[in-house]
């Protein structure tokens, strides 16, 4: 082989080396920045976890201890998902503190909802905020923390990992994710109207009608055996608040309640209509149930517990980065 020929060979295998390392290298620093970015989703999440223990108050009428017996009031009992997983551990371990795992499961289920939401910003914006969007919870959660069910963080996970399944269209996964977590919480419901509006022009009529009708049967089949298995719970199915919600707005809290409504997103809903009709037609079809929702809960809702707007985070958290974003493009350009 001639000389020059071995230098070249030479030459390329050292090159090769060479990128090898720095590939190795790379992919070793994206490694670390990972794990970095893990910790302090994890160490966010343990923070509000503990903080949501101590701000926040029980509903005496479903405390902890009477959903785990099974003797707390409907609808709240129904909502049973995580107080069965709190039963397995708290019968299936040595730890006999029902307060103390349910620390453990909703710190599992915060974590898990910041993971999913950097994944389900990431459709939407770089992933420089993708990254940074879960944070905002810190801002978000402090104006929430008033009274505390097991449901609360857990609800944030299922609405987005379910929002991001289909806005993929993965129905292998979506669908028993969707039962899952209708046991978790009813308003999963709202999760059929959002695939109605985002998916009506995105498959055939046929397809449409099929998922519809199939996430139905599910919400209906998981809702009639919550139903019977806790039929002998006294208290009615859904609680009419709309006279007392409209009472506390006109005349026991005025003015403070209406701030505190507002509050909601940690204000962040405000940004919701800056150029809406340019944010993406998934995003913008999904915050317009937003709408009957809000008249939903109304009716059925504490309006001065913002707790009940959790479902939305993951479209409102999207909306604001999608803002950040056109800003920094604009400042850019």
């Known amino acids: 082989m001639p000389l020059k020929v ?28 990972s794990f970095f970015i893990l910790f302090l989703y994890f ?26 017996t099974h003797s707390a009031q ?14 397995c551990f708290y019968f299936l371990t040595p730890i006999k503190n029902i ?34 969007g879960p ?12 009274v505390r069910y097991p449901n609360d963080f857990p609800q944030i996970f299922f609405f987005t990992i379910l929002l991001y399944l289909l806005y993929k269209k993965k129905w292998a996964f979506y669908y028993p994710l969707f039962a899952i977590a209708t046991f978790n919480k009813e308003t999963t419901i709202m999760l059929i109207l959002i695939f109605l509006l985002t998916q009506a022009k995105q498959i055939t009529r046929r397809e449409l009608l099929c998922h519809v009708f199939a996430q139905l049967i599910i919400w209906i089949q ?10 002998s719970n006294i208290a009615a199915q859904y609680q009419f608040q709309l006279y007392k ?12 309640l209406v701030l505190q409504i507002l509050s909601a997103f940690g204000f962040f809903w ?19 149930t937003l709408i009957p929702y809000a008249l939903i809960m109304l009716c059925v809702g504490m309006i001065n517990e913002t707790r009940i707007w959790y479902e939305y985070i993951p479209i409102i958290l999207a909306i604001v980065l999608i803002n950040v974003e056109r800003i920094e493009t604009g400042r850019s350009n």
């Open 222 to 231: 998981v809702k009639l055996f919550l139903y019977l298995f806790f039929y």
């Open 99 to 132: 307060y103390i795992w349910e620390q453990i499961v909703k710190l599992v289920f915060l974590f898990a909802a910041m993971v999913a939401l950097r994944k389900w910003l990431s459709l939407f914006v770089k992933p420089s905020l993708a990254t940074v």
């Open 270 to 288: 405000i940004i919701v209509f800056h150029k809406f009709k340019q944010l993406p037609m998934f995003i913008r079809r999904s915050s317009l």
């Open 6 to 33: 071995k230098r070249d060979n030479l030459y390329r295998h050292k090159m090769d080396r060479q990128k090898e390392q720095a590939n190795s290298t790379a992919q070793n620093s994206s490694n670390r920045g």
């Open 74 to 87: 409907t609808p709240s009992q129904y909502r049973i998902l995580v107080v069965w997983i709190i039963r």
């Open 43 to 68: 160490s966010t999440a343990f923070i509000f976890t503990k903080l949501h223990y101590l701000m926040t108050i029980e509903h005496i009428p479903a405390t902890l201890y009477k959903l785990i």
């Open 245 to 256: 919600n409209i009472a506390h707005l006109m005349f026991k809290r005025g003015p403070g």
């Open 135 to 146: 944070f905002l919870l810190a801002i978000i959660f402090p104006f929430s923390f008033i």
